[in-house]
């Protein structure tokens, strides 16, 4: 079993729909990662976050540390959002990342 | 900053041949990490360095692998001799740890590069 499971592994939705990608993972951790792959394959950090929530324009992820779980949250969504949203996790001490696999978004206009 | 800086950005090669990958991370950061993603494992760390020296190299495959950073600004990672499972696109990642907030910061990636082995 994955350390790190997200669900769904694909979304599509329709443009201006809420989106929300879930993320679980079975270990102790000092920080959990969202990034975003774009279709060209570049890798961009979108959150990085221990406790609580965080908002950044229309997107928001949240954290539960006792139930191990995370949401990233988009609001509005629009085709450009379109992309693969990996969560991943370190452990206390370390800045050694674990992924899931991803969930590939896809949002049509 | 033009950010992370990996080289080349493309590389086709047969099996057998030696392969090296070349980094620059941002400058001021002390933190430098090797990924690899492929479709079946997703990413995966390979090694992460911290002020030059290799923290965890757990994740290097075998012994085929090597990585080395001789000073701040520059890291390779090496596949001698590469194979075809060596496949994959290679990710270039650093970060910097400060003494506010969570300590450890987000990693900032570079373009990566795609590997092939014929």
């Known amino acids: 079993k994955n350390e790190v499971e997200q669900s769904p592994q694909n979304l599509t939705a329709q443009e201006g729909e809420f989106i929300t990608i879930n993320c679980s993972y079975s270990?102790?951790?000092?920080?959990l990662h969202w990034l975003q792959q774009h279709p060209g394959g570049g890798i961009v950090s979108l959150f990085m976050l221990s406790s609580g929530k965080k908002k950044h324009g229309r997107l928001i992820a949240t954290i539960n540390i006792q139930e191990k779980h995370s949401s990233l949250h988009i609001t509005a969504s629009h085709p450009r959002d379109s992309a693969v949203y990996i969560c991943?996790?370190?452990?206390?001490?370390?800045?050694?990342?674990?992924f899931g696999k991803g969930t590939k978004l896809t949002v049509n206009p | 900053d033009a950010g992370v800086i990996q080289s080349p950005r493309h590389e086709v090669t047969e099996m057998g041949q030696e392969v090296t990958l070349r980094c620059k991370p941002i400058s001021g950061h002390d933190y430098l990490f090797w990924y690899r993603q492929t479709m079946m494992r997703g990413l995966e760390l390979l090694i992460y360095f911290n002020n030059n020296v290799p923290i965890d190299d757990s994740g290097m495959p075998e012994d085929r692998f090597s990585a080395k950073m001789p000073n701040a600004s520059f890291s390779t990672l090496k596949i001698q001799p590469s194979e075809p499972r060596d496949s994959a696109v290679y990710f270039c990642?650093?970060?910097?740890?400060?003494?506010?907030?969570?300590?450890?910061?987000?990693?900032?990636f570079g373009p990566g590069t795609r590997l092939t082995v014929l």
């Open positions: 990642a650093s970060s910097f740890y400060s003494l506010s907030g969570l300590g450890y910061n987000e990693q900032f």
């Open positions: 270990v102790g951790i000092s920080a």
């Open positions: 991943a996790v370190s452990q206390g001490g370390s800045e050694k990342l674990v």
